[in-house]
């Protein structure tokens, strides 16, 4: 390009320049010839190519062969940011070698309910693991020179009334929960496109939300490329294009463009707006204007490559009696269940890939074993046939060891709907049941896009997680099963035992105008472990076939300012016989009280790789967004002064490691005192707080002395007995109490705004 990205503008006419907003069809943007601006090509989707044989304008379309890569409810289990950066490789080289552009991934969502329909394309119920894995994702696919568009900004959550529900969500949950994930990729990765979400939040629609789009996503975070909406997710062109949606996809004729023409001749819209939203498009056309050279690759290669994945990701969620890894002789094996003869790879919609090729796990065990094989249940409906039931049962009661492979047909989960409950169908619920109850080693291996409800874990031995496992699913499973590979996969949501432990089952998905989103920031484990609620499987969790031990916990400094960053090192070794990974996982608990907060949050992770007797030093970073919860008072992230719990483990709920470090805060959050402020409220500011605990031992004195006068000799009440019978007491119940005069409050009140003012300018 010779001329510059201004030039053109200068020259295009308020026409093309319209033009450039709306896509071409479903897969291209539109060019302007006359100037030599060219047209670029998107495509679905996260976890494999899914574009057309023949060139197609339409949605419903027949697709290439591509390989289909484990999706990133598995591809998430793996902790692992350099596996996902590969993928995010062979996933851009791909895109390249098939004239694509940009790819419509990946998805950040978090898993507020297990019942999302989707739940299968976003990596977690965590912001901080979600973005990190994702983070890695975006630069990998990016560094073959092929955008990323990271999708769904934001709070899509589900899929009932997925284009038009709105999101009732607070400003703190909102930033540190499902706004957090993108802030992280953006910063992290800067993904050339982001893809704006149908659903509406607080009542607005995203795609008309100038906060999110401009002042956020653009002001705060630094954003440069450009958003492009969800497909026929415009509600009002004008107000989005005024917004900073840059992209309507896909075309959808010329009365999108004609919007914009008639909004800048009639005054209500700014043709320096669309001057804006065309050079931010532009900047990124160019960009993949490449040549000719088109890389080449290797589907077989990148096969064997989905399949490390799958193995590095497939948690291993109980071992009981080591009953895995699988003997590979002297034992009777009894194969049970349709899925491991048509496992269920991947999700629906268009996330669905018209796999290269697909490994069965029937297949795959048999270099292994000899295997008696028994298809147990119906996949295609939900009825139980007596046959095939009573002969996988007497298959499991003549066999040493019975696996059966079990799940959620594709009919369970796909886009463009929710799923009714957290149940595997009956049939296959019923089966374990009946197997279990004759035979004392079984396994499971499930095939499922998101958490199920499982009665039957405490009478089978051990239990394998493939998740959606990708088109290698059936030779990683068995190379687990026997030990080939030790799994190291870790729960990237939790497994609550039943649906209604799920914090947002009341409010789940709501009426069809609105869903409430009443449990705040608490969701996932943030929820269960602040209750301390039992669960299936925590958060993180996933076992070896060797063992790990902690030790040496150390920071670099004990005391720290909130500008400062930290770094935490603990020792890992294998301590077990063969060699396996473990992630480590780093939760920071806040002990100051100033908000209600989780009791632990995951800042940081790493997963290490060693041989049997090896150790490692594992290091961490920590800085104030590490401490930090989003404060509406100030609409800005803050830490602050106190104490915070630093906790090292191998999940959630298997902390092996901990130690206490101050925080001091260079932020006082403002606060109005007035005579009906607590001295609660009053104790937990920096601010007020060494004034009112003076006046709290003034009062303390009194009070006693008081007890004496009346006779109450020896019946002294602890200090901090009073202190806490005090607490929700407002400043004016002093004059009642203690006889000051108001006028005596007042000044008190004066002293301590005046500390909280001066305090806040620092």
Known sequence: MNKTIQQLIREMTLEEKASLCSGKDFWNTKAVERLGIP?????????????????????????????????????????????????????????????????????????????????????????????RIAAAYVKGLQSRGVGACVKHFTANNQEYRRQTVSAEVSERALREIYLAAFEGIVKEAQPDTMMCAYNRINGEYVSERHEILADILRGEWGYEGFVMSDWSAVNDRVKAVAAGLDLAMPGEGPWQDQQIVEAVKNGTLDESVVNTVVERILRIVFKYQQGNDVPSYNMDADHAFAQKVAEES???????????????????????????????????????????????????????????????????????DTDLLEEAVKAASEADIAVIFAGLPDSFESEGYDRADMRMPDNQNILIAQIAAVQENTVVVLHNGSPVEMPWADDVKAILESYLGGEAVGQAQARILFGDVNPSGKLAESHP??????????????????VEYAEGVFIGYRYYDSKDMAVRFPFGHGLSYTSFAYSNLRFSADSI??????????????????????????????????????????????????????????????????????????HDWYAATGEYRVLIGSSSRDIRLEKTLHLESSTVLPMKVTRNTTINELMLHPATKPIIMGLLDQIVAYMNGMQKQDGGEGMEVPAEQLIRMLESSPLRFFNTLMGMSMDQIDGMIAQMQMAVDTGSKK
């Open 39 to 131: 047209g670029i090509k998107v495509s679905d989707g996260p976890n494999g190519l899914r574009t057309p044989k023949i060139d197609s304008k339409d949605l419903g379309f027949e697709a290439k062969e591509a390989v289909s890569f484990p999706p990133a409810c598995l591809s998430a289990c793996s902790f692992d940011e350099k596996l996902l950066y590969a993928m995010g490789e062979r996933l851009g080289t791909q895109c390249r070698a098939e004239g694509v552009d940009v790819l419509l991934g990946p998805s950040a969502n978090m898993k507020r309910s297990p019942l999302c329909g989707r739940n299968f394309e976003y990596f977690s119920e965590d912001p901080y693991l979600g973005s």
């Open 314 to 384: 497939m948690v291993l969620l109980k071992n009981d009696d080591h009953m895995l890894p699988l003997p590979k002789q002297g034992k009777k094996i009894a194969l049970i269940g349709a899925f491991a003869e048509s496992p269920r790879f991947q999700g629906g919609g268009s996330a669905s890939v018209n796999a290269h090729k697909v490994n069965i796990a029937l297949e795959a065990v048999k270099a292994y074993a000899d295997v008696s094989y028994s298809k147990g249940y119906l996949l295609e409906e939900d009825r139980i």
């Open 497 to 514: 035992i039943k649906l209604s432990d799920n914090p947002s089952y009341l409010h789940f998905p709501g009426d069809g105008e609105s």
């Open 561 to 634: 300012r909130d500008t400062d960053t930290v770094t935490v090192t603990c020792k890992v070794k294998n301590t077990g016989s063969v060699a396996g990974k473990e992630a480590v996982q780093l939760y920071v608990s806040d002990l100051t009280r100033v908000t209600d907060r989780p009791v632990k949050e995951l800042k940081g992770f790493c997963k290490v790789s060693l041989a049997p007797g090896e150790e490692t030093v594992v290091s961490f970073e920590l800085n104030k967004r590490s401490f930090a919860w989003f404060s509406p008072k100030v």
